[in-house]
């Protein structure tokens, strides 16, 4: 790998900037994908989430643009949060380079301001399938001179069914164009769009495709439907302190998810698709600046979303397919950091589809327990909670669950609960001291 961006062939201005930004060396899809891009070849960029590919495409962009106020680069990305947080990379090196200039556009927005500021003249336009066809059919957007189209996470762009939306607004751009494509996984669509839409696109594959991060401890634990807000609770008051995110397949799950762990003591805001863009963009940037603040939120920020330090995921409802369960751990474990992903599993079938999905990204998912001690629900003030209640995932709920699954045995030994599997999980011992603040305190051993 190369050990510099000069070697790369980035110009000095845009060295500079980066070093600004504290960029030291590139990363590995960085090192590999910009020479390709600045030569002009199409690129098939396939790597993990949290790994680099943003910068790998916005430095050949700014490189290769000129100064005249006309469309020549296109960024295309499957959501709002994503687009403003291109729109900032750009931004942090451009600062007032006033040889550029670039423009977001996006659903939930003002549609006038965009018109605006497209008017005003930009050659980056960064934007989201749908709301980049509206501006073509109002002929506010013209892209017949765009000489490089960027597909940002294209799998999740298709997995949104932006498909027919991504073909339109490429046959509205010059057949010479280069055409640049990054994706953590690869799919049967994106093959097709390679085959049709790309030239001779050179593959970059960092690491195997459909894996998760290396560096993310991931375990699940096995939990009754109806105990599952209590366990989540426990999970989040003996985890270390620091900004986590909960994720919820709906978005009623996600009101009551945070609504339940603010009750609980807990510092929780809510993210999901119904909320008006001023009120999801005063949310991140709330979630970005306190520190220990907890997320709950669908899959709509299990892409794009780069916030820095992020040390738990929490899959509160196991997701629908394997490209958005990598999205979601992908949140963690970012830059070389250490990450941890937990998952709460409440029927038989999900505890099949997490093993297909461990058996498919090639990680060890480890089957951890939940002993919930002395943890009172929070009741209405009429029905006061009684102290020292207690809360236990029993054996048979358990085995009812894992089907046949080795039976788990439980050993106290100085306050500490030995948890003794199968030969394949061996065995673990381990007691979490660090803790959230909240108003009750549990005990969970994994």
């Not at 807000?229 to 009623?252: S, Y």
């Not at 892409?303 to 963690?332: A, M, W």
């Not at 970012?334 to 038989?348: E, F, H, I, Q, S």
């Amino acid at each position: 790998m190369e050990k510099d961006f000069k070697n790369l062939g980035v110009e000095p201005s845009l060295i500079s900037a980066l070093t600004e930004q504290g960029f030291s060396a590139p990363t590995e899809i960085q090192s590999r994908a910009i020479p390709l891009i600045l030569q002009g070849q199409d690129v098939v960029g396939l790597s993990q989430t949290g790994t680099g590919k943003t910068i790998a495409f916005v430095l050949p962009i700014l490189q290769r643009v000129n100064e005249e106020r006309y469309v020549q680069a296109l960024v295309l990305c499957p959501t709002r949060e994503l687009a403003e947080q291109i729109l900032l990379e750009f931004k942090k090196i451009i600062k007032k380079d006033s040889r550029y200039r670039a423009v977001a556009v996006y659903g939930g927005a003002d549609m006038q301001r965009q018109i605006y500021s497209l008017k005003r003249g930009a050659n980056i336009v960064v934007g989201t399938p749908g709301r980049v066809l509206d501006h073509i059919s109002r002929k506010t957007l013209k892209l017949g001179l765009v000489n490089t189209v960027v597909l940002d996470e294209a799998d999740e762009m298709l997995n949104m069914g932006f498909r027919a939306d991504i073909e339109n607004i490429l046959r509205n751009t010059p057949t010479e164009r280069q055409t640049i494509m990054f994706s953590a996984t690869m799919s049967q669509d994106i093959l097709s769009i390679t085959k049709n839409f790309m030239n001779a696109p050179k593959t970059i594959q960092i690491g195997t495709p459909n894996t998760t991060i290396s560096n993310v401890r991931q375990t699940y634990f096995i939990c009754p439907k109806d105990k599952k807000k209590r366990a989540l609770h426990a999970l989040l008051t003996e985890l270390p302190r620091g900004r986590t995110i909960v994720f919820c397949n709906t978005k009623k799950m996600v009101d009551g998810v945070q609504n339940y762990l603010r009750k609980m003591g807990f510092i929780a805001l809510a993210l999901h698709g119904d909320m008006p863009q001023s009120v999801r963009k005063r949310v991140m940037n709330e979630y970005k600046t306190e520190p220990n603040t907890i997320m709950v939120t669908t899959d709509i920020a299990a892409r794009g979303i780069d916030v820095k330090d992020i040390i738990s995921v929490i899959n509160f409802d196991l997701p629908q397919n394997l490209e958005y369960y990598i999205h979601r751990v992908g949140r963690t474990g970012r830059a070389g950091k250490d990450g941890n992903a937990y998952t709460l599993l409440n029927t038989p079938e999900q505890v099949r589809d997490l093993q297909e999905i461990e058996k498919r990204t090639k990680s060890k998912i480890i089957l951890s327990q939940l002993t919930l001690n002395g943890l009172a629900e929070k009741a209405p003030a009429k029905q006061p909670a009684r102290k020292g209640k207690k809360l236990n995932i029993k054996s048979r709920e358990k085995r009812a669950i894992l089907c046949g699954r080795n039976e788990q045995k439980q050993s106290r030994n100085g306050g500490r609960v030995n948890i003794q599997g199968n030969s394949k999980l061996g065995k673990k011992q381990r007691t979490i001291r660090q803790t959230h603040k909240s108003t009750k305190q549990s005990k969970i051993h994994f």
